[in-house]
């Protein structure tokens, strides 16, 4: 049985070595299914995310774009499908054959919609977290405290203060993550995702719970993490004026199966899109 199981996965991984992505694709999509019980929630979806585009998800609620992240980043293994993605050693894998935990050190790193912190460690400590996949001391050199280990904790502090000011939190850096309001905490998350040196950002609902302003500076801070990261973005998100504004392409979805791919204006045009989530109908 366990020798079935482990050629399955070398004969994928055969399959997916004479896979070639276009040279500017960063992550294709491919015909991924997904169901619970029985309910399908996400069928046959397939797009292919450019490198350094912004590409956003938009649906209505129960849509299914949080499980297809989940897909994504394997949190849940897809009934079907591929998801191929060209990692930070530009080469191309298929995400099916790895486990969550392993996916950030290929360079995919998300946000959670639910904000996912450690309650009890500071601003920065949480922003720290993230490098942990670039620590090369363990537990006991951290324990016994060697010179080493403390120069990089120092050095990973140090990152963690650049990214606190990038971000604009620097002045909150040593305050309890548990004391600060939502739009705070999706913004620490944004900041521990900078940490992982990512490749391709994947944000869900980045914008819940900021007001207007807040929402207008992410907009522009997602551009600049774009362009100074070089990273690719793909977000999930309700606040239409941010997708509209941000995103190079979307894709719609509507019980699980696209209805359209495009330009925001083509998005905005849509028929179906319309009728699907803007509720509007001719
Ligand atoms: N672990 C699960 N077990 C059973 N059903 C689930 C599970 N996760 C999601 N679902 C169902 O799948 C469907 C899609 O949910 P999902 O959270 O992906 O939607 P969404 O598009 O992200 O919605 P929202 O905009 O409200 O965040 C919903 O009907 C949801 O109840
Ligand atoms: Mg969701």
Redesign the pocket.
Known sequence: MKINWINKIKNRKKEDEQIILAEDTCLSVRNVSMS??GLK?VTDVSFDIKEGEIFGLI??????????FNCITQFYKPDNGSIFFRNNKNETINLINFPTHKIIRHGLVRTF?NVELIGDLSVIENVMVGAHIKYKYDFWGCLFGFSGAKKEEKRIEEEAEGVLKFIGLDDIKNQPVSSQPYGILKKIELARALMCDPKLIILD?PAAGMNEAETRELMNMIKIIRDEYKTTILL?E?DMKLVMGICDRICAISFGEVIAIGTPSQIKNNIKVQEAYLGVTK
């Open positions: 619970f019980s929630v649906g209505p609620n129960g849509a299914g774009k949080t499980t297809l919609q609902e999930v309700h």
